[in-house]
């Protein structure tokens, strides 16, 4: 589809030259610390590669907004996730987000789509000073744009509504002298593989399910870690498995982020072994 | 690391046990003790000079004081030789309304002052596990 990668080009090049143009104008990034934003995951907002954390999008802190912007592409053996979105952080309290993915089915040839509108509040806590986690809430309103396969497959409604509490804390020196980071994430959903096979099923109803994240620091700009989602099984006709990755995260500035990782998808629609690549690049001001 | 030694042969000899364990002073010594310290925050001090986000929260501060408090308060905290005199950090800081974005400022800028001083990065975070819990004092709710 020249189309759409044109689109992502386009998308990728205007992100890096967003970060170009405020990195040589100095434009203000947030006042909180490098990192702390974390990366943005493949529904949007802030967190890590497949899960959303507690933290808030950027690095806005007291009466200060961000915008973040980023591109992800997730390529596995018989799948490509495109996901690109944009979010806003204010005062370290509140994120609003919008995403869109496609998802090439290589062998039908075929893209699924779908929109996320998410929104996050921080009700609690701070991610690196208060002695418990930060906790924030969030919702992410999901519409599909296309629903012919995710109901051919036995999907009863073409949007949903996932709400989902999230904990997120780091421990100084917690490790060999290290920084070490975890988020937990608890999801409830009726998505099938994310919402882009559609909504629930004849006789299943919402699901709880965990997402668990946990990063070392190697030092302020470098984070490796490991993420594991539990994903709902609700479609009859198809399995559908828990998510893995092992990451690696390079946060060189607050303008600019890069995230690379080994992803385990396990069976996606009927076709096994979806192991592969992710990449995610974020530009912030 | 001579006098450790010395000490635990002295506490074997009267016939108490000396478990290896890292001693209290480990991370005033890995700060560079109290010279140190003192180029800490120097640095820290130019940082927030230049810093406008919080440069006016000290207009009324008396510098020389405030630094030699600081390197007292971190000579204490690390474990060094000093026993800190000035108020509790909720005491000092109750009437300034310190927020959030100020309280970040100031931490980015005294990690500033850590890189510029060359001080190891277990020790920067070491010292950082010290600090953070202060948040809740300084930081207006």
């Known amino acids: 589809m020249p189309g759409s990668l044109l689109q992502r080009i386009s998308l990728t090049h205007a992100l890096l030259a967003m970060t170009l143009l405020a990195v040589t104008h100095g434009a203000a990034a947030g006042s909180r610390i490098i990192a702390t934003g974390g990366a943005s995951p493949i529904e949007g907002g802030g967190g890590g590669g497949l899960s959303p954390w507690a933290v808030i999008t950027g690095y806005a802190s007291t009466e200060e907004f961000a915008v973040t912007g980023f591109a992800t592409r997730v390529d596995v053996r018989d799948f490509t996730l495109s996901s690109r979105g944009a979010a806003i952080g204010w005062n370290d309290r509140l994120e609003i987000s919008y995403t869109r993915q496609a998802l090439d089915v290589d062998p039908l040839d075929a893209t699924l789509k779908q929109d996320i509108f998410g929104v996050k509040a921080r009700l609690y806590g701070h991610l690196l000073y208060s002695a418990w986690p930060q906790i924030s809430v969030g919702v992410q309103h999901k519409r599909n744009r296309t629903f012919a396969l995710p109901e051919a497959l036995g999907a009863r409604d073409d949007s949903g509504i996932d709400v989902y509490v999230s904990a997120s804390r780091l421990w100084f020196a917690a490790l060999f002298d290290r920084n070490v980071f975890a988020n937990v994430t608890a999801r409830r959903t009726r998505a099938n593989e994310t919402g882009l096979l559609g909504f629930g099923a004849p006789g299943e109803s919402h699901s709880m399910v965990v997402e668990s994240s946990v990063g070392v620091f190697i030092n302020n700009h470098w984070v490796v870690g490991y993420e594991y989602r539990q994903k709902p099984d609700h479609l009859a006709s198809v399995e559908e498995n828990d998510w893995q990755d092992v990451f690696i995260g390079y946060f060189p500035n607050k303008h600019l982020s890069i995230v690379a990782a080994r992803v385990a998808l396990d069976e996606i629609a009927g076709l096994p072994d979806q192991d592969g690549w992710y990449l995610s690049l974020q530009a912030g001001f | ?141």
């Open chain 2, 1 to 141: 690391m001579r006098r450790v030694s010395t000490l635990c042969l002295v506490v074997a000899l009267t016939g108490a046990a000396c478990a290896h364990q890292p001693s209290a002073d480990d991370l005033y010594r890995d700060l560079g003790e109290t010279q140190g310290i003192a180029a800490i925050v120097d640095g820290f001090l130019l940082h927030l000079a230049g810093n406008d986000r919080i440069v006016d929260t000290f207009a009324d501060t008396d510098i020389a004081e405030f630094r030699r408090l600081l390197i007292e308060q971190l000579c204490d905290l690390s474990g060094g030789p000093c026993e800190y005199s000035g108020r509790s950090m909720a005491e000092a800081h109750r009437d300034m309304d310190v927020s959030a974005m100020q309280f970040n400022a100031l931490v980015e800028d005294f990690m500033k002052a850590m890189d510029d001083a060359g001080v190891p990065r277990g020790a920067q975070n070491r010292l950082l596990a010290l600090l953070a819990p202060m948040h809740g004092e300084i930081v207006a709710p």
